[in-house]
């Protein structure tokens, strides 16, 4: 095929995928729609993603499945985040626990966090992609244990934005439930102060 014709079918194939992903966020909506009436605000559950995973990569080719399942990573990581921002919407109450003795008024331009996550292929990258997704920058990551029992990993994180806006707060509400031992550290004011 010519690089023309290859690209005129990709052009044609974007559009059905597109159509999929908004069908699939519909579903989203209707877990979301569940868990709310459940009472329940967790989303992400690693052994039901790893077991999709398999499934879905079970009868791809091997030189594609690296990549093929890099997409799948992706796809179920933006609904858990269209999921977990639709609770968080429709319980404005969730973020006042996580920031509880944190200054969450407007002139923040930096928050620090901990969080501890599973020592496997995916885990950290997926929280970096999670932090640009939202829109902000990671500035700084800090290993600050590894847990040879638990094969986890402690890590403190900081992020460039303001912990009054809504989608940082959002972030953390997401980070919060995909992690352990989630707390905000510190939230770094414009002035100066850090509370």
Request: with cysteine; glycine share 6%; aromatic share 8%.
């Amino acid at each position: 095929m010519k690089l023309e014709d290859v690209r005129k079918e990709i052009d044609a194939l974007d559009p059905q995928i597109k159509t999929l992903i908004l069908r699939r966020m519909d579903c989203s909506l209707e877990v979301a729609k569940a868990k709310q009436a459940a009472k329940e605000t967790t989303i992400y559950r690693r052994d039901r993603e790893k077991a999709i995973l398999d499934r879905l990569g079970a009868d791809v080719p091997a030189d594609r499945l690296p990549e093929y399942l890099a997409v799948v990573r992706k796809i179920m990581e933006t609904s858990r985040m269209y999921q977990y921002g639709l609770l968080f919407d429709w319980n404005p109450d969730l973020f006042k626990d996580l920031s509880a003795g944190i200054d969450t008024t407007p002139g923040g331009w930096r928050v620090k966090v901990r969080l501890t996550r599973p020592d496997e292929p995916n885990a950290m990258s997926s929280i970096l992609s999670m932090v640009g997704d939202y829109g902000f920058n990671m500035q700084y990551m800090e290993l600050i244990s590894f847990n040879e029992g638990t094969h986890s990993v402690t890590f403190d994180l900081t992020i460039l934005g303001d912990l009054s806006e809504t989608a940082m707060q959002k972030l953390l509400f997401q980070l919060s439930k995909e992690s352990e031992g989630f707390v905000i550290l510190q939230n770094d004011r414009k002035d100066g102060a850090a509370k």
